[in-house]
């Protein structure tokens, strides 16, 4: 299971560029691997910010791959700049 956040920011570090917020709110998360086939995965965000969200996912992802996020309103193209 990997949980991306879009900052590379410490997490709990006090110099926050935005106040996060708690929010499940659902999605779906698409990818492409190395032999270029795509990947997607249903999910949810666990908190969310102007610049960036946290998501959990149980596919694997590398600093700097694109994902793309959807959810009923938006489509958002990211790029991961963090994981554990």
């Given at each position: 299971?990997?949980?991306?956040?879009?900052?590379?920011?410490?997490?709990?570090?006090?110099?926050?560029?935005?106040?996060?917020?708690?929010?499940?709110?659902?999605?779906?998360?698409?990818?492409?691997?190395?032999?270029?086939?795509?990947?997607?995965?249903?999910?949810?965000?666990?908190?969310?910010?102007?610049?960036?969200?946290?998501?959990?996912?149980?596919?694997?992802f590398e600093a700097g791959q694109i994902i793309?996020?959807?959810?009923?309103?938006?489509?958002?193209?990211?790029?991961?700049?963090w994981f554990t």
């Open positions: 299971m990997a949980v991306v956040r879009s900052s590379s920011r410490e997490y709990n570090s006090p110099e926050r560029r935005s106040q996060r917020v708690m929010l499940k709110a659902p999605g779906v998360i698409l990818t492409r691997r190395a032999d270029n086939k795509t990947m997607f995965e249903e999910t949810q965000t666990i908190t969310v910010n102007i610049h960036g969200a946290m998501i959990v996912s149980r596919l694997k793309t996020l959807r959810n009923s309103r938006t489509v958002k193209r990211r790029r991961v700049e």
